[in-house]
């Protein structure tokens, strides 16, 4: 069983910035590969970046060249650097890890933390 952690999330005023930290422990198998999630509308989650073990990421079109996801090499530590935060970025972030059948419903879901975004 795969335990995941996130912390860093906060209240903060539009063009702030928040960086957000998961840690995965415990039986770790699969690829490795980490991502983060948000809540939408509706009960879903969309991903808003992932990253392999070996440390190449990436990151969804509605954050990209405002989020920045990096990895500690060789741990399962990742971070998610979030800048020019804009209040439709507010919501519930999870962490996910990959057991090997890809990111998402399939894999070891965090506990979250909130992001609220508001002037």
């Known amino acids: 069983q795969v335990h995941v952690v996130e912390s860093g999330g906060g209240s903060v005023q539009p063009g702030e910035s928040l960086r957000l930290s998961c840690t995965a422990s415990g039986r770790m198998t699969g690829s490795g590969a980490m991502g983060w999630f948000r809540q939408i509308s509706g009960g879903g989650r969309e991903m808003v970046a992932a990253?392999?073990?070996?440390?190449?990421?990436t990151v969804g079109d509605s954050v990209m060249g405002r989020f920045a996801i990096s990895r500690d090499d060789g741990k399962d530590v990742i971070y998610l650097q979030m800048n020019n935060l804009k209040p439709e970025d507010t919501g519930i972030y999870y962490c996910?890890?990959?057991?090997?059948?890809?990111?998402?419903?399939?894999?070891?879901w965090g506990q979250g933390t909130q992001v609220t975004v508001s002037s």
């Open positions: 990253i392999t073990r070996g440390g190449d990421g």
């Open positions: 996910n890890y990959d057991h090997g059948y890809g990111l998402g419903p399939s894999g070891s």
